[in-house]
């Protein structure tokens, strides 16, 4: 069964940091271009950030570049999100995807539509 598992999230103050992990398990996660996506409350669920195959291309959402790292490890089946410089906007439940059939070094924001599996979410809540 293909699953995809976020942790990490929580309750931050804001300026602080938080790291995200996403392990995918009951398959090989390097065929994947990877996603992540934040929903906030009342809000749509946007791309954040991806990260190619090869983990060598990235991309980040205007709101997050210098603040947000993606980065991958596929001998772990395992993508990671640093969350720097926090902010309240940044409150929301945020997802890893998965979609395959893309290039060894290709990486661009998609829509959600464009991405297979899913992962539950978590909660990240930056508040004083």
């Known amino acids: 069964q293909l699953q995809l598992v976020e942790s990490g999230g929580g309750l931050v103050q804001p300026g602080g940091s938080l790291g995200l992990s996403c392990v995918a398990s009951?398959?090989?996660?390097?065929?994947?271009?990877i996603g992540w996506f934040r929903q906030a409350p009342g809000k749509e669920r946007e791309g954040v950030s991806c990260?190619?195959?090869?983990?060598?291309?990235?991309n980040y959402v205007d709101a997050v570049k210098g603040r947000f790292t993606i980065s991958r490890d596929n001998a772990k089946n395992t993508v990671y999100l640093r969350l720097n410089s926090l902010k309240p906007e940044d409150t929301a439940v945020y997802y890893c995807?998965?979609?395959?059939?893309?290039?060894?070094?290709?990486?661009?924001?998609?829509?959600?539509?464009?991405?297979?599996?899913w992962g539950q979410g978590t909660q990240v809540t930056v508040s004083s």
């Open positions: 995807a998965a979609v395959a059939g893309y290039s060894w070094s290709y990486c661009a924001l998609a829509t959600e539509n464009a991405y297979d599996y």
């Open positions: 009951g398959f090989t996660l390097d065929y994947y271009m």
């Open positions: 990260i190619s195959r090869s983990g060598g291309i990235t």
